[in-house]
């Protein structure tokens, strides 16, 4: 007599070992992209602060000066970063006195201080420009996300195919154990069964003498 698929030992084995793998796989990829976000997200955070803190520092003497091509000049070395998308400098009338890169279409978005709160796709950071605790103008920077998401995306593509060979892999190996551990409990099977329907003339390999072959010796 066959036995159903539901009730086979084997099965349940296999299915058991490899439903807890793809649970603990799951919560371990979930967790490492938490951290990646996390860990992408304060670098572009610390990167805009840090180009933005070096902006207001420098950019006062220039207005001081109203020497606007020099600074238009020094800019532009700083509007080369990549994920900078616009960099303006506006004076204390709240005109821009240089702009660099796509402007906003709505001016001026608001401050944003989390880039994994951004809806836009653009990280928006401003800061003033003083001297001398006077206010000489307002510097505003967006960030583009592209290159954030495109990481995390990556890192993504890689825990989940590192997660499915594991699981490839554990199936593999569950099956090949469970069929050599549970084929001698499916001799026994047979044999009793045989001895039930009185055929005493079975005869029942004890092999190795564990748990399986002490119940076969008997």
């Known amino acids: ?14 299915v058991g070992v490899v439903l807890i793998e793809i649970v ?3 919560l371990l990829v979930w967790s490492n992209l938490g951290v990646i976000r996390q860990a992408h997200g304060d670098r572009l955070r610390d990167s805009a602060r840090s180009i933005l803190e070096q902006i207001t520092r420098t950019t006062g ?16 070395n700083i509007a080369r970063n990549d994920e900078l998308t616009y960099l303006v400098v506006l004076g204390r009338d709240q005109h821009p006195v240089v ?7 709505h001016r001026w978005p608001k401050a944003e201080s989390d880039p994994l709160a951004v809806t836009d796709g653009t990280f ?12 000489m103008g307002q510097v505003k920077l967006g960030f583009s ?15 989940i195919a590192i997660a499915g060979t594991e699981i490839i892999l554990t199936v593999i190996v ?13 001799q026994l099977a047979s044999a009793a069964q045989r001895v039930g329907a009185g055929d005493y003339s ?4 004890t092999g190795t003498p564990d748990e399986v072959g002490v119940t076969a010796q008997a």
């Open 124 to 135: 928006d950071v401003a800061g003033d420009i003083r001297i001398g605790g006077q206010l």
């Open 145 to 159: 996300l592209k290159r954030m998401e495109q990481s995390i995306e990556a890192a993504k593509l890689r825990s």
């Open 202 to 205: 079975v005869k029942v390999e």
């Open 61 to 76: 003497s220039y207005l001081v000066e109203v020497d606007y091509a020099a600074l238009d000049e020094y800019l532009r």
């Open 99 to 105: 702009s660099l890169g796509t402007l906003p279409e």
């Open 174 to 186: 569950t099956v090949f154990f469970g069929v050599r551990l549970t084929r001698r409990i499916g």
């Open 1 to 14: 007599m066959l036995v159903s698929p539901t009730r086979s030992l084997r099965v349940r084995l296999i």
């Open 24 to 26: 603990m796989l799951s």
